[in-house]
């Protein structure tokens, strides 16, 4: 017998606002919650309803087929106006060149050097820092990310110290999450400070981007960074991508890689504090490996730990927990059921991740859970998604994390200030609320 998926609509609906007012209070329970009422569950959010694939069959179909379930949609559309027509947010139909022609800038044999020039910013960033001290760690982490992600894609630029790139991707990345929650149409085109330093930074940003691939191009150097990548890249017909084309690429990877890894590194610091246990048996494998030095690409096959650390918080927190797709034809079905063109699709990494029939005792932290799991099946662990639209930066990121944990607690322990349990904010992005935590030197 084939299965039978079940629909129905998520109870609790209020008249004219639909479940809006109940995600908004709790997000995040509120869409874990849904499993429970169907494995594709309707939402009715003010006029329009929304199909939430709470199945992991039902996630793998619509992330396969990815011309019947294309970018759009809610979540996406927002992001669509800030990023352009980069590969994060271009429909199916620009996506294949698009992605055949960035791909090589993330391939395998590309990784050894990034991660050296990220080993570079982690101990630059983290050289100020003094026993005893306490520090923001979501600031100081995504301090470090941005130091990774400038350092990565504009290598020939300063070292850490590029201030107006720094400043300007810092106010761009917030102005953006900020407006991807924003239920106003136009409300960003409001004149207020906020808005104003948004749109200057944005503007800063991409004169930086034109200076650069003006330079790049002229010198013709191969600075092995992710900008010379995008400038090489080359179609089959030979066609490279347009100064407008690289401009939306760069800021769709600053968007995309920077908070991402700083939110998850800042919860793996929850994580290993609340978890003592685990964090010495991290300690012990990294004076093992790493005898208090820098961690490098060369370590990493041995830091099994770190590394399932990382995939442990990642399924705790998946930074990108909800997205969405764009139905394209009429007549499609999922799971035996209708979904109007036109209707969004939602899907919720966090969601599959706290399915305790998934993932036994989903809402424990145990690193040690990935020591005996075949690889999960797709649909199942999707912290960057999968398919055609799978995360181009999930190997840059994870061993961006995993040198940042290593290099960081090789030499320190983080204590968060005693007080409230760190909480998620409400966000588009699942970042820790602002937390501080006290430095300790442990040689
Ligand atoms: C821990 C870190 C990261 C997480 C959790 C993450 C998560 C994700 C997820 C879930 C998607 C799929 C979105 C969807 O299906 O709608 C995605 C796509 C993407 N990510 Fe990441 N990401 C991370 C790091 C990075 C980094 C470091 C970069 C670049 C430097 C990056 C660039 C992109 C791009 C360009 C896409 C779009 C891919 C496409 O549509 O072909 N990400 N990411």
Known sequence: MPHQYTSATAPGALPL????????????????????????????????????????????????????YDKGGLVVDKAR?????????????????????????FHRDRLPGYAAMMADEIVDVTAPWRDGEVVDVPAAMYRLTTAVTARCLFAAHERAGSLPVHRAMDVVTHGVARRIMMPLPGAD???????????????????????????????GTDHRDLLSMLLAARDEDGSGLTDEEIHDQVITFLLAGME????????AWTLLAAHPAVRERLHAELDTVLDGRPARHEDLPALPLTARVVNETL???????????VVTGDGTEL?????????????SPYLLHRRADLFPRPDRFDPDRWLDTARPTLGTYAPFGAGARRCIGDAFGTTEAVL?????????????????????????????RPFTATLTRRR
Do not use: K
């Not at 639909?18 to 494995?39: I, N, Q, S």
């Not at 399924?315 to 797709?325: A, D, G, M």
């Open 335 to 347: 799971g035996g059921h209708h979904v109007p063109a036109g209707a969004t699709v939602l899907f």
């Open 189 to 219: 085109r409001i004149p207020t400070p906020g808005n104003r330093r948004y749109h200057r930074a944005r503007a800063d940003l991409a004169e930086i981007t034109r200076r650069l691939v003006a330079d790049y191009r002229a010198a």
């Open 81 to 105: 106006e800030v990023f352009g027509d980069g590969l994060a947010t271009c429909p199916a139909a620009a996506h294949r060149r698009q992605r055949r022609m960035v791909q090589p800038a």
């Open 260 to 267: 991402t890894t700083a939110a998850t590194l800042s919860w």
């Open 404 to 432: 940042a944990i290593a290099t960081i607690a090789a030499r320190w322990t983080l204590t968060p200030t005693p007080g409230r349990p760190v909480r998620p904010m409400r966000s588009a992005a699942m970042r820790p």
């Open 315 to 325: 399924r705790l927190y998946p930074v990108s927990w909800l997205l969405s797709r």
């Open 17 to 68: 606002l639909g479940h809006v007012p109940a995600f908004v209070r709790r997000p995040y329970e509120f869409v874990a919650g849904l499993p429970a009422h169907g494995d594709l569950v309707r939402l009715r959010l003010g006029p329009m309803d929304a199909y939430v694939a709470c199945h992991p069959d039902l996630v793998r179909r619509m992330l396969t087929e990815d011309r019947t």
